[in-house]
């Protein structure tokens, strides 16, 4: 009876797509009491016509992203362990990927340090055993490979089927040929979906349309940046050494396999090989076209295969597994499935439509994690793998238009087997936004960096002849392997040691700021952040936003300019969100992004205030202008707010000014700054500085996977202050496993990048990560954060895996610069 009564009471739920995700979806959420689940299909069931009926379903697990990995992980785990009267609904074949140049042989090295930091057991292999692994393989073609024994395959429909079985035993409705016309809503929230037989109503839906999610969530003005994209597969007639190998049952024995130097994939269909095709072109579809052209058909997914594309595949499939020139292609199609700018899934809710929730462009791969992330979302308030990758509000507003879309999720595709640098930024589309010290930027031989569609310098040519000028006076300037070298330039190191003896502009437009502004202002930022903001005017405040699990959400500089108007120093469009929904009701708070706007220098070094103080009448001494204090005032003739925040650990300012004033500005600065030695100085630099100081990135260092305490950030939080985001999930918590350390390398030549495997002393076992690394000018060695145990302490010895190679480090108290604070408060 009771139950009855709670069944009753769980809101109704409508799922768009009984594709992977929708089923899955159904499954967790039931799992999860929230019974009353409907999931409607345009197709019959359940092979529905959308991606997931023809996906291959190869499952690679390992991934540079920790989150994805871990979806991929638990969709091993869970289909694993599925039911289903046919057969296997996964089957662990092992995946193999082959290196056929040396720089694929290297980036496997790479991948398999993801796959130790990640928790997923691999190995690399030489060419021979990769061919005893693989016999069709020709070992003479291959330098090794690198083996996940867990890999494997999905068969989709059957996965579907039994997830929505389970679900459906829970009291789920799943229906097919019911297409959704469209959402009903009363202005607010969503009610319902619109059929051809009527409004079926529900409290939640959450669109699991695949590919055509995009055209849906536009009806209710939701841009969902994704590029549905033709994709080819091809099978080939028998292969003679692999009949009699399998049964229809088994399907496949040999391990899922990768030769991603041409673009390829192969598994085996009972003695048949599967060939998988990203070499081509990109196809983007057109979806007006597409829904005429497929109307009535069984598989709207499924387009003609062009064979010309696929002639290079072809020739390359039997270059590497010889057997194939005895075959042919026998079927093919191109099938269609989901692109995004930044080759990660869309997922969360509707800003401005609560209850309409999306979980799109996503593999089979990821398609259950993703689907138990949701659902933990929509009923518990937060997922439990930090999702800010795949968060829907996470592309700025530049990134929301058609044009970007396509272009860089185009790019996506051809790059999607492609080996790609940490620190390599996409070439096309740049130029979208740069800050008003541009064209001085480029006369001093900027290299750009892009992020949030910026164009940020990481190094400047015209610093080069300091650069020679140190490394003659006995600065050291180490060498680098071909791999860190790229996207990288010794001149940052001039940079960095520039900064901390003499003084230094950095150019700080791009850090995303709002103003938060109205009578509820504090109110609300005493709410949503850790640290005490209700301070004097003028007041400069470092806090967090956490989530209602105590995960850092955020790190935020909380400026008050008026008793009613803070300027937010944050991280991204995600903070925006946060704060956007956290709005009261009455209208007392508004919150405006102000990045492009304003402008803002950041002058740092010991001969900053020596630079400054003479273009300005304010008292700028230590204690006329205090360590983390705002001032609004005039430097020369431009009205500028100055901050005393350095997140370089720098005497100095962030100072920032209406994005008119910027070359003035800058100029004004560059001028007074000629008789102090002062420089233009990049991101590099930027980051190495911060990384001594112990400030951590949030995103990189720190996601709302951890508890402030783990993250080293306790500091910024007030647990006396009045309740706030987060506070009762922080009494409640137990001590934290892990913790993010410093580590400095040994070797002064030793250079890691991030996500490396890292090994404590002796013991076998990864017992961490590295998150991010820069060398240190300051003390001629790398430093890195990494994610250790937290039995770890100052002293310990770990090792690093860097592409194959072992570099020593020790974990060193923080911060393994200037921890007296003495070159900031000055
Ligand atoms: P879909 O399976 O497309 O489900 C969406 C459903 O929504 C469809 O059933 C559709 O009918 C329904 N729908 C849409 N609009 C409406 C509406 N208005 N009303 C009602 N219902 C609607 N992934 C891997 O991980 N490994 C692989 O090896 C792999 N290989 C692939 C090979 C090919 C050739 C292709 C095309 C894809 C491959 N993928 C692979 C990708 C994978 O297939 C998809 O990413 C995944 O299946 C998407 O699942 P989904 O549930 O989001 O979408
Ligand atoms: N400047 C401004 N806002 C920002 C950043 C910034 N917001 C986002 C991001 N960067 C926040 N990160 C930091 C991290 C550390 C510090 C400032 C911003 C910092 N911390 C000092 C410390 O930890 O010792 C002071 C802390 C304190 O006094 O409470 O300076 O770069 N505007």
């Known amino acids: 009876m009771q139950q009855s009564e709670d069944s009753l009471a769980a809101p109704k739920v409508v799922v768009i797509g009984a594709g992977i995700v929708g089923s899955s979806l159904a499954d967790e959420l039931t799992a999860r009491g929230w019974t009353d689940v409907t999931v409607v299909d345009r197709g019959p069931l359940f092979a529905t016509g959308g991606s997931t009926s023809h996906a291959p379903g190869l499952v690679f697990q390992t991934n540079p992203s920790k989150s994805m990995s871990e979806f991929a992980k638990y969709t091993v785990a869970k289909f694993s362990a599925l039911d289903h009267p046919d057969g296997w609904a996964f089957n662990p074949t092992g995946g193999l990927e082959v290196a056929s140049t040396p720089e694929r042989w290297a980036d496997l090295h790479r991948k398999a340090g993801w796959a130790q930091s990640w928790g997923i057991a691999g190995e690399l292999l030489t060419a021979g055993q990769c061919a005893e692994m693989h016999p069709l393989l020709d070992a003479d073609r291959i330098l090794g490979g690198f ?24 009291g789920a409705t799943f229906r097919p040929h019911t297409e959704v016309l469209g959402i009903v809503d009363d202005g607010r929230k969503v009610t319902g979906v619109r059929t051809a037989d009527g409004v079926i109503p529900a409290d939640v839906v959450v669109c699991c349309a695949g590919f055509w999610g995009a055209k849906l969530a536009k009806q209710v003005g939701l841009v969902v940046p994704l590029v549905p994209m033709a994709h080819q597969y091809a099978t080939t007639g028998r292969i003679e050494p692999l009949v009699g190998r399998n049964t229809e049952l088994t399907e496949a024995r040999l391990p899922i396999l990768r030769h991603q130097d041409q673009d390829l994939y192969f598994r085996e269909h009972v003695d048949r090989i599967g060939i998988g095709y990203y070499g081509h072109d990109p196809m983007p579809v057109d979806m007006s076209s597409l829904a005429a052209d497929t109307a009535g058909e069984q598989m709207p997914s499924m387009l003609p295969f062009t064979e010309e594309d696929f002639t290079p595949a072809w020739q390359e499939s039997t270059k590497l597994l010889p057997v194939l020139s005895d075959s042919k292609v026998e079927q093919g199609f191109n099938g269609i499935f989901s692109f995004t700018p930044d080759g990660f899934s869309i997922m969360g809710e509707h ?27 929509i009923v518990d308030g937060t997922p439990s793998v930090d999702v800010h990758e795949c968060d829907l509000y996470r592309f700025e507003d530049v990134a929301r238009t058609d044009d970007f879309i396509l272009t860089t999720s185009s790019q996506a595709f051809v790059e999607v087997y492609d080996i790609i640098h940490p620190h390599q930024f996409r070439d096309a589309l740049r130029g979208l936004r740069t800050s008003p010290f541009y064209a001085r930027q480029q006369e001093l031989g900027a290299f750009f960096f892009e992020g949030g569609g910026w164009e940020r310098p990481a190094w400047y040519e015209a610093n080069g002849e300091l650069a020679q000028r140190l490394r003659d006076e006995g600065l050291a300037f180490p060498e680098r392997d071909e791999w860190s070298a790229k996207f990288w330039s010794p001149i940052s190191i001039a940079e960095a040691h520039w900064t901390r003896n003499h003084v230094a502009m950095y150019d700080m437009t791009p850090l995303t700021r709002y103003e938060v502004a109205g009578r509820g202002a504090v109110e609300l930022l005493q709410r949503l952040t850790t640290n005490n903001v209700d301070k004097s005017v003028g007041s400069v405040t470092y806090t967090l936003m956490l989530d209602e699990t105590g995960g850092v959400r955020s790190d935020l500089t909380v400026a008050r300019l008026a008793p009613d108007r803070f300027q937010v120093g944050a991280n991204g469009p995600t903070d925006f969100d946060w704060l956007t929904r956290h709005l009261p009701e009455d209208g007392s708070v508004t919150v405006r992004d102000v990045t492009g706007g304003t402008c803002c220098v950041g002058l740092w070094g010991p001969a900053a205030r020596d630079l400054v103080q003479p273009l300005c009448d ?37 100072i920032y000014a209406d994005a008119a004033y910027g070359t003035a500005l800058w100029d004004l600065l560059w001028k007074a700054g000629q008789d102090h030695g002062v420089i233009a100085a990049g991101r590099i630099a930027f980051n190495s500085l911060r990384i001594e100081k112990a400030y951590r990135s949030w995103g990189t260092d720190v996601t709302a996977e951890h508890l402030p305490s783990a993250a080293g950030l306790d500091f910024a939080v007030r647990m006396t202050k009045d309740d706030f985001v987060g506070k009762a999930a922080l009494e409640a918590a137990s001590p934290p496993e892990k913790a993010l350390r410093s580590i400095v390398f040994h070797d002064p030549t030793a250079v890691v990048l991030g996500k490396e495997p890292v090994f404590l002393d ?31 302490a100052p002293g310990d010895v770990v090792a690093v895996d860097y592409r194959g190679s072992r570099y020593g480090a020790t974990v060193h108290a923080e911060p393994v610069v200037d921890p007296d604070m003495t070159r900031i408060r000055r």
């Not at 800003?351 to 979302?377: D, M, N």
């Not at 609004?632 to 005497?651: K, Q």
């Not at 990560?769 to 003390?779: D, E, F, G, L, R």
């Open 762 to 792: 002796g013991a076998p076992a990864c017992a961490g990560y590295v998150t991010s690394a820069a060398y240190s000018a300051t003390i001629g060695r790398c430093i890195a954060y990494a994610w250790l145990p937290a039995s770890t």
């Open 351 to 377: 800003r401005e439509l609560s209850g309409f929730w999306v979980a799109e462009a996503v593999w089979v791969t990821h398609s259950a994690g993703i689907a138990k992330a949701t659902a933990e979302w």
């Open 618 to 654: 304010d008292d700028l001494s230590h204690e006329g202008f205090k360590y983390f204090r705002a001032m609004s005032t005039h430097l020369g003739a431009i009205p500028v707010t100055m901050m005393r925040v350095s997140y370089v650990g720098e005497l100095g300012w962030e």
């Open 147 to 170: 083996h996940t024994p867990t890999d494997g395959l999905v068969k989709a429909i059957r996965a579907v089927e039994a997830q929505a079985r389970a679900a459906t035993a829970r």
